[in-house]
C-alpha cells in the first residue's frame, strides 16, 4: 500500500508559509509605523499680535510668527495694512516684500504675488492665503478669516 | 620566518592565490575610446575620500537644529585643518557626481548597457540615485538658510506627487515642515541607511563588472582589438588619475573653500539667488519655465511627473534598446545628445538667471 503523502505536504507548507508571512508583518509593521512621523496636535492660533504700526515704515514688509508657521504683514505705501500666509503656493519657500516692485516675491522660483495675494507672475498656482488685520491701538492683530 | 612562509600560511585561509589569478587574467580593450574607461574607477576614488573625510567629520558634528550649525562652524575654525576636510568633502562630493555623469552617458553612448550587461546597467542607475540622495541629505546637515530652503522645495517636490506624495513628504521631514526632526532624519539617511545600502550595490556592481569585463563599443565589434594588462598597467594609469584628483581637490579646497553662510532660520524670506547645487539646477530650472497651469493641473505637478518618467526610462533603458539594430542604435544617440544639451543649456541658464 502506498501512502499519500500530499495532502499533509500541502499542509505543512501552508502552516510554513503562512508562519512565515505572518513573522515578516509582524517585524515590518512596527517598523513602517515607526518610520512615520506621529501627528503633532497644533495649538490652534486664530490670532497674533504681529507688531506695532510704528514699528512698521510705509511701502514695506515683514515676517511674523503665526503659530510655527510664518505670515507676512505688509504696509502699503498708501498705508493700508496687509497680511498673508507667507508660505509660497509653488513649493513651499517663504516669500517677502519687494517695495520697489510693490509686489510680494518668492526668491525660490521667482514667483511673484499682487498686493491682494493674487498670484500675478511665475509658476506659484494659487494666490496666497489671506488674514484679516485689524489694528488695536497701536497693535497689529491679525487672525485668520 | 620568511615573507614566502608568510604569503603561504595566509594564502591556505584567503585564497589570495585565486583573487591574484582572476587580476592576472583581467585585461582593458585598447581603442579610441579607452579613455572613458577611467571614470568608473575615478567615482570609486572619490566616494572612497567620501568615506574617510566623512568619518572624520563625524567626530566633531553634531546633528541637531540648536548644534548643527554651531559644530559645522567649530570644525572650520576651530579644529586643526577642520576647514580643509570639510572642503574636500564638498568638493569631492560635487567631483564624484560629475564623474558618474560622465561614467553614465560614456556608458550610454558606448551601449556598454546591452546583454548580458543590463543588471550592471540597473545597479549603476541605482548608484546615481544614492548618489544624488546622498547630495540631497548631506546638504541639509550644515542647517544654513540655503539648505534649509533646498530641503523644504526638494520634500516638497516629493509632496506633490500625486497618492504617495503626502506621506512621502512626511517620511522624509519627520514631521508636516522642514524642523530639527528632518535635520536628525536626513543625518540618519546620509551616515546610516544611504552607506549601508550603497555599500551592497557598489558591491555588486563591481562584481559584475568583473564578471563580464570590459565592454567593447558596437562599431568596434568583431575587430581585432588590442588589450592591456588590467594589472599593473592599466591599473597605474588609473592610480595618476587618482594622484591628481587628490591634487584637484586640494587645489579647490584651498582656493575656494566651501561657504557655511547664515544659520537656518525658519521665520525668514528666501534669500535672493537662491539656486540648489548644480547638478539639480536644470531640474531647478525648468521647474521656474514650467506655467502655473497646464490645462486644469498645476504646472509643477506636471513637470515633476516628466522627471520620474524619466528617470523610470533611464532605468529600462537596456530592455527598450535592443543589440542588431543599428537604426534603433540611433535612435537612442538622438535621445541621449538630446538629454545632454538639455542639461547643459538649462543648467548655463539657471547659472545666468
Redesign the interface.
Known amino acids: 500500500m502506498e501512502l499519500d503523502n500530499t495532502g499533509r505536504r500541502r499542509f505543512l507548507n501552508y502552516l510554513l508559509g503562512t508562519g512565515f508571512g505572518a513573522t515578516l508583518i509582524a517585524i515590518f509593521y512596527p517598523i513602517i509605523k515607526f518610520i512615520t512621523p506621529p501627528q503633532v496636535i497644533e495649538a490652534t492660533q486664530n490670532s497674533v499680535t504681529a507688531g506695532k504700526v510704528s514699528e512698521l515704515a510705509l511701502n514695506s514688509g515683514t515676517i511674523f510668527k503665526f503659530g510655527n508657521k510664518p505670515g507676512l504683514l505688509i504696509r502699503s505705501a498708501a498705508g493700508e495694512l496687509k497680511a498673508f500666509s507667507a508660505v509660497c503656493t509653488h513649493l513651499d519657500c517663504i516669500v517677502q516684500y519687494e517695495p520697489d516692485k510693490r509686489q510680494i516675491w518668492c526668491a525660490c522660483h521667482n514667483g511673484q504675488y499682487n498686493l491682494s495675494g493674487q498670484n500675478v507672475g511665475g509658476p506659484p498656482p494659487r494666490p496666497l492665503e489671506e488674514y484679516v488685520v485689524n489694528t488695536r491701538g497701536e497693535e497689529i492683530v491679525v487672525s485668520k478669516a | 620566518m620568511n615573507a614566502e612562509t608568510v604569503r603561504l600560511w595566509l594564502d591556505d585561509r584567503l585564497g589570495i592565490g585565486s583573487i591574484a589569478a582572476v587580476a592576472r587574467k583581467k585585461e582593458i580593450p585598447v581603442h579610441r575610446h579607452s579613455i572613458w574607461y577611467y571614470f568608473g574607477g575615478m567615482t570609486l576614488f572619490l566616494f572612497s575620500v567620501q568615506v574617510v573625510t566623512g568619518i572624520l567629520l563625524l567626530l566633531y558634528y553634531r546633528p541637531s537644529a540648536e548644534t548643527a550649525f554651531e559644530s559645522v562652524q567649530f570644525i572650520i575654525t576651530e579644529v586643526k585643518f577642520g576647514w580643509l576636510i570639510r572642503s574636500v568633502h564638498s568638493w569631492s562630493a560635487n567631483l564624484m557626481i560629475a564623474t558618474l555623469f560622465i561614467h553614465m552617458f560614456s556608458v550610454y553612448f558606448m551601449s556598454a548597457y546591452r546583454r548580458p550587461r543590463e543588471m550592471t546597467w540597473l545597479s549603476g542607475v541605482m548608484l546615481l540615485l544614492l548618489a544624488v540622495a546622498f547630495g540631497f541629505s548631506g546638504y541639509l546637515l550644515p542647517w544654513n538658510k540655503l539648505a534649509f530652503?533646498a530641503t523644504?522645495?526638494g520634500?516638497?517636490?516629493a509632496?506633490?506627487i500625486p497618492l504617495v506624495g503626502r506621506?512621502m513628504l512626511?517620511?522624509l521631514?519627520?514631521?508636516?515642515?522642514v524642523t530639527g526632526?528632518t535635520l536628525t532624519r536626513f543625518f540618519g539617511f546620509h551616515v546610516a541607511v544611504l552607506p549601508a545600502i550603497t555599500t551592497v550595490i557598489i558591491g555588486t556592481h563591481l562584481m559584475l563588472v568583473q564578471m563580464h569585463g570590459m565592454s567593447v563599443p558596437p562599431g568596434l565589434e568583431g575587430q581585432n582589438i588590442k588589450k592591456m594588462k588590467f594589472f599593473p598597467n592599466f591599473f597605474l594609469r588609473d592610480l595618476i588619475g587618482w594622484v591628481l584628483a587628490i591634487g584637484a581637490l586640494a587645489a579647490l579646497a584651498a582656493l575656494f573653500p566651501w561657504e557655511l553662510g547664515e544659520k537656518a532660520d525658519?521665520?525668514?524670506?528666501?534669500?535672493?539667488?537662491?539656486r540648489p547645487e548644480w547638478y539639480f539646477l536644470f531640474m531647478?530650472q525648468t521647474?521656474?519655465l514650467?506655467?502655473?497651469?497646464i490645462l486644469s493641473f498645476?504646472?509643477?505637478v506636471i513637470g515633476i511627473l516628466a522627471f520620474a518618467v524619466g528617470g523610470l526610462m533611464l532605468f529600462i533603458v537596456p530592455f527598450l534598446d535592443k543589440p542588431g539594430n543599428p537604426r534603433r542604435k540611433r535612435v537612442f544617440t538622438v535621445i541621449g545628445v538630446i538629454v545632454v544639451l538639455y542639461i547643459v543649456a538649462l543648467t548655463i541658464i539657471g547659472y545666468l538667471d
Open positions: 530652503f523644504k522645495v520634500t516638497e517636490i509632496g506633490v506621506p512626511r517620511f521631514r519627520g514631521g508636516d515642515d526632526a525658519a521665520f525668514a524670506s528666501a534669500p535672493a539667488g537662491i531647478f521647474l521656474k514650467i506655467p502655473p497651469k498645476d504646472g509643477e
